[in-house]
């Protein structure tokens, strides 16, 4: 589909997102829902948390702007909604037991198809509160829907017509333990390869096959098994292009061609949970961890085609499973502690810090506005900026709670709560 060149990770994923809406289906309903946006992947077409093609947001969330189109009930899952052009594709753990696909009708949320497999998993006690469901979000090229079972699977479908196209059991095939959090790790699709954190390693594949290419970071499959945060193509980053990855106890780069690490970085971390995925931000990589530190490193080209790493800053506050967003220079941060930071990124000083909130958001940004969804069904509009925590409105959109990333293409914001899909109008 693409030959990986050295250029910027967000002109080449917005070429991936506009290949996605091409090559979908075709026609589209006849509806005035804006569906001229995709989200194809984990945190968007950028896979920041950022909305590069979406309308202008409004100025604030009302009862007016922000309807509800539809609803779909559904069994309970952590993974994402993958919105194409004219189609939403959606995870379920059925009765402990199934792993369900569905492809729902964008506009309607009518079931298109429906695919499914043995796949269910007990995660530890200390866990279980929250569920044992299917957690990553699955990856879409315009053609094909790559997903992430529970039991380190990773199966892809025809996107017109849900048939497998081919499945890779890790267990099997590299003779590793099962997970016991389960395939957390998001899927990244690249050019005609998918990239996944599976078998206690990183493992790039043939997209068209499954076979793998290379196998790298391999640990054993030690501490409860393969990593929870996802990779990320960030381009020539100090010269040389890279995925960023973040195992359960280091951070990493890695060439994307030859499996090749790059450099590596221990990260302190309370039984590896190093969840959430790492930023850049210029030169340099950020990330924070649960029982561990917020850091920041700057990556510079060393001798003999190396890399050389050094720690820009260290500071106290502790991330968990939310995802930073980046506007100019600061890093927008939900916190182990429940609480919301601004850290500026240059000198690692907190600008604010509120008072506690839910204990997980995902967030999705347009420059200085974002949208964040905590796990209590709330969703907060705020504007972005290191003066203060500026909130501009908030809205209850789930009775259920919702651990699922926000997703929004076009005039569209789609909700997964725990017990179905909920699709607003944002105009």
């Known amino acids: ?13 917005q070429v991936t997102a506009a290949v996605g809406l091409a090559t979908a289906a075709t026609t589209l309903p006849a509806a005035d829902a804006d569906v001229s946006g995709v989200w194809p992947q984990w945190r968007g077409p950028t896979r920041d948390g950022q909305t590069p ?6 100025d604030t969330l009302t009862d007016d702007n922000f309807q509800q189109s539809w609803r779909v009930e559904l ?42 497999w043995d796949g ?14 299917i957690r990553a979000t699955p990856a879409f090229d315009g053609d094909t829907l790559y997903v992430a079972g529970m039991r380190d699977v990773l199966v892809a479908l025809d996107a017109q017509t849900g048939q497998e196209r081919w499945r890779v059991d890790f267990v099997k095939q590299l003779k590793t333990p099962v997970p016991a959090f389960g395939f957390v790790s998001s899927p990244l699709v690249l050019g005609d390869s998918v990239y996944v954190q599976a078998g206690a390693s990183v493992i790039k594949l043939n997209k068209r096959t499954g ?19 996802s990779p990320v193509y960030v381009g020539s980053l100090a010269g040389r292009e890279q995925l960023l990855v973040q195992t359960r106890d280091k951070l990493a780069g890695v060439d994307p061609t030859n499996g090749k690490e790059l ?16 930023t850049i931000w210029q030169d340099h990589v950020f990330t924070s961890s649960y029982g561990g530190k917020s850091l920041l490193f700057k990556l510079s080209p060393g001798d003999n085609d190396s890399l050389s790493l050094a720690e ?15 506007w100019k220079d600061h890093a927008y941060l939900h916190l182990k502690n429940q609480r919301f ?46 003066e203060k925590f500026d909130l501009l409105a908030e809205r209850k959109v789930s009775e259920q709670e919702s651990w699922a990333h926000l997703a929004i293409a076009g005039d569209q914001v789609f909700v997964r709560d725990r017990r179905g899909l909920t699709t607003f109008r944002w105009r």
């Open 1 to 13: 589909m693409f030959t990986v060149s050295y250029f910027d990770r967000r002109r080449f994923l």
């Open 53 to 58: 093609n979406s309308p202008t947001w409004p």
């Open 75 to 116: 069994e309970p899952s952590y993974s994402g909604p993958i919105v194409a052009a004219d189609r939403v594709f959606v995870t379920e753990t059925v009765d402990r037991k199934f792993e369900v696909v569905r492809a729902l009708d964008r506009v309607t949320g009518k079931e298109l198809w429906k695919q499914q």
């Open 120 to 133: 269910a998993l007990t995660v530890p006690f200390f866990a279980a509160s929250n569920g044992s469901w």
């Open 211 to 229: 076979e793998i290419v290379w196998r790298t970071l391999d640990d054993g499959g030690g501490m409860l098994g393969s990593a929870f945060s």
């Open 263 to 278: 450099w590596s970085q221990q990260i302190e971390s309370f039984r590896g949970m190093n969840i959430l995925t790492p």
């Open 312 to 326: 820009a800053w260290v500071n106290k506050t502790q991330g968990y499973m939310s995802s930073p967003v980046v």
């Open 341 to 386: 930071t601004c850290i500026d990124l240059a000198t690692g000083k907190e600008a604010w810090t509120t008072r506690p909130y839910g204990k997980y958001w995902s967030i999705i940004a347009q420059q200085d506005r974002a949208l964040a969804l905590d796990e209590r069904g709330t969703l907060l509009y705020l504007h972005l900026t290191p």
